[in-house]
Structures are given as C-alpha cells and as structure tokens.
C-alpha cells in the first residue's frame, strides 16, 4: 500500500510516520509538508533513507505539486494545517489558505486520481465549548460551531471532505479528536510549553483564572486510534476520539508537571486570557471503543510522565525551536514574561 501523508513533518503527522512504518514496514509512505514554523524533518530522521519512505516538499493548496504526490495513491491521511489557536487569532488568512483551500486541491486530486481512502483529521474544536458545570460531551452527532478562526477553518474543511463524499463518492473517513501530547510536538502549545520553560527555570503562562478544561489524547493512542479507522471504519462516517474520562483543568494539569519536575508552583504566572477562549472541550469517546474497539493504552499520568521525561531527554530538539522567531513569537504573545 503506498499512503500519502500530509503535514507529516509535524507533530501529530511525523508520529504517526513513525508508528506506521514500524507496524507496516512494506507500506511506502510520501510525506507531503511545506515545512512551516512546526514542520521538523528532525523528527523523521529515523526513517529519512528508509527505501519506503519519501519527502515531497511542497504546499497542499498548489495544484501542480499536489497533483503529482498523489499520483499512484491508495490513502490519503490529511494532517497538513495550520493548528495554533493563538496564531490563527493573529493572522487568519494563512489558516483559511492552509485549512480550507489546501484541503479542497487535495480532495480534488483524490478524485482524479481514484483514492481508495481520504482520511481527515480534524478536532473537537468545531464543536464549539461546553460550560464548565455541563457533563454533556461532544460526540458525531453534536452541531459544528466553531467560536476561532481556527476551528472556523478547521469546520470548513470539515464539511468540504463530507461534501466530496456525497457529491463524488470519494470514500472519506473523519476523526474530531481532542488535544494531543507527546514526543515532537511544537512548544507553543500548552503541555510542551510549560514542561520546556520548566525545564529553562522560566515562569508558565496560565491564561485566564486556569480553570479551562481540555480533554487530553496522547499521541500514539490517537495513531492508533487513525489506524484502526483506516482498517476498520465506515467508510463516509465520523469517529471522536478522546483520551479522558474526568474533567482536569489547565491548572491541575501544570501543577502536575511541576510536580514531576520537583519544582514550585510559584513558576505559575496568570496572564492575560486568549480572546473567544473555549471553556470546555469533552469527548464521548464510545462509537470508536464500542465499534473498533479503541481506547487509551495508558492513564493521563502514566502518559504525562513519559512526555515529560521525553522533552527531558531531548533537550537539543526543543531548544533548537526556541529561536529567534520563536523569541519573537513569544515576545508578542506573553510580552516580558520571564
Ligand atoms: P503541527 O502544526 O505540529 O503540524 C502541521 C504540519 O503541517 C507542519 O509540518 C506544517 O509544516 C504542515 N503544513 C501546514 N500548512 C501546510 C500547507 N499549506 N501545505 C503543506 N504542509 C503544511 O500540527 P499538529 O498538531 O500535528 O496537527 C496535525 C493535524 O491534526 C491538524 O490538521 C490539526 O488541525 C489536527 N489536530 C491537532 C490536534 C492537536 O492537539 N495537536 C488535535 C486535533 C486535531
Ligand atoms: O482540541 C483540539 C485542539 O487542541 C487542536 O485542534 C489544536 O490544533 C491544538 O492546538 C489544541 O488547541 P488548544 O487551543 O486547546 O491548545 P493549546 O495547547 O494552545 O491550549 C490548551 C489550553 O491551555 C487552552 O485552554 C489554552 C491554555 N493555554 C495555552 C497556552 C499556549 C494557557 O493557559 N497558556 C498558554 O500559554
């Protein structure tokens, strides 16, 4: 099976890489990215001269190169997007070209070029934000309502996959996952962030009062999760996928990782809050588990302390990140925080 892989040179896309050509070590993989601020071919360098493995650098919204890394396709696994909320906040039109117009040229060429399979991954984030005091979750059937431009665009291109189902009969599968973690993920998002800036002796932002509620995957679960979608789903149907069973907020989840860590919680620093924040994300998780028989390997903690012993281990692939234009990034998002 030869499978074309976008945005695999980020975090989600190159664990995935990884996990797949271990398990399928016969599958040829093509990585299509353009190599954004969060795309690392570091994180593939396991697989770089691997005969089964091949790098197209190039953006999902050309025609022409997407034309040609999908000739010769049996599945499509569609990760490539701009995924920063805070930055889709700063500057919407790239996450519009990236998410909504590069996620159309690639359903196009799927079409010409017969795919077998179009798998999108997709978030939680359409859905929109539950209250805090709410016990209901998101499931497949929960109303899009995406409150970011960001979740706006990722909505979109939602519908856009679905629509190429009906209209052309191109056989998709979706997952509306919740947050991930782990190993090579770009540390502008929370978990990362916090254990990295730990880990330099520099204080972790807390937007808001901290008592924002995500619902966390670890990432290999998820892989897992896209694996057996793509073995066993129906095809043209939606399947959530979540990694927890209780709520933990933004601020247990920091007071964790300085526990493991042995610091203090004076590191702790609550500044200003995200505009439009989401108060709740929570995913029923039981169409994946009852149908594909899916869950997570391993609890919250158990996965909390193995990234975070990742991230200590390789110090050398996060501070590389932490550059000049992250600086300036970090600058204009938390002003002199030190
Ligand atoms: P990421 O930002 O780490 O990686 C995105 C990758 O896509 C990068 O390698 C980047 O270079 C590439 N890319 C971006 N725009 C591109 C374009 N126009 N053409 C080609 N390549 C492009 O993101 P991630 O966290 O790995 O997320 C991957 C996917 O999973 C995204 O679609 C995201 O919406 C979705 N998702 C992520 C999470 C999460 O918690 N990280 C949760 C739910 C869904
Ligand atoms: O829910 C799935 C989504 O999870 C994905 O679709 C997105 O691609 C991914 O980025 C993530 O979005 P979030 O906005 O939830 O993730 P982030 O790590 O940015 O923030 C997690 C929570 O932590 C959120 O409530 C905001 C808060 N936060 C974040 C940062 C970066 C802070 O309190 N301080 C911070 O410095």
């Known amino acids: 099976m030869k499978i074309l892989v976008t945005g695999g040179a980020g975090f989600i896309g190159s664990n995935f890489i990884l996990y797949w050509m271990k398990r399928y070590s016969n599958d040829k993989i093509v990585n299509l990215d353009c190599l954004t601020y969060s795309g690392n071919l570091e994180n593939l360098k396991e697989v770089a001269n ?18 040609k890394a999908t000739q010769g396709i049996d599945v499509v696994v ?59 979750k998101f499931n497949e059937r929960t109303n899009y309502s995406p409150r970011s431009p960001y979740a706006a665009t990722k909505a979109a291109s939602d519908h856009l996959v679905r629509s190429y189902f009906i209209t052309y009969g191109l056989r998709i599968t979706i997952t509306n996952c919740s947050n991930n973690f782990g190993p090579y993920q770009f540390p502008e998002k929370m978990i990362p962030l916090a254990i990295t800036n730990i880990l330099e002796g520099k204080k972790v932002p807390v937007y808001g009062d901290g008592l924002y509620v995500r619902d966390w995957l670890y990432v290999k679960d998820h892989c897992r999760a896209i694996d057996l979608v793509l073995q ?43 505009p439009g924040h989401d108060r709740k994300y929570a995913i029923d998780w039981s169409k994946i588990k009852n149908e594909l028989d899916w869950e997570p390997l391993h609890s919250f903690d158990e996965w909390l302390e193995k990234t975070v012993e990742w991230y200590k281990t390789n110090e050398s ?4 990140l932490k550059s000049k234009e992250y600086q300036e990034y970090y600058k204009e998002q938390y002003g002199d925080l030190d």
Not at 317 to 320: F, L, S
């Open 50 to 67: 691997n005969k089964n493995y091949t790098f197209i650098k190039g953006k999902i919204e050309d025609p022409i190169i997407v034309d």
């Open 78 to 136: 569609h990760f490539a997007a701009e995924s920063h909320v805070d930055r889709s906040i700063k500057k919407p039109a790239e996450f519009v070209l990236s998410n909504v117009v590069g996620t159309q040229v690639l359903l196009d060429a799927a079409v010409r070029h017969n795919i077998k399979k179009f798998h999108h991954v997709s978030t939680d984030e359409v859905f929109g934000s539950l209250e805090l005091n709410n016990t209901n």
């Open 232 to 274: 066993k789903g129906k095809v043209g149907e939606t399947y959530c996928v979540g990694g927890l069973t209780e709520d933990i907020n933004n601020l247990a989840v920091v007071k964790k990782i300085i526990q493991i860590l042995g610091k203090e919680e004076s590191m702790i620093e609550f500044v200003k809050d995200r």
């Open 317 to 320: 692939w996060w501070r590389r």
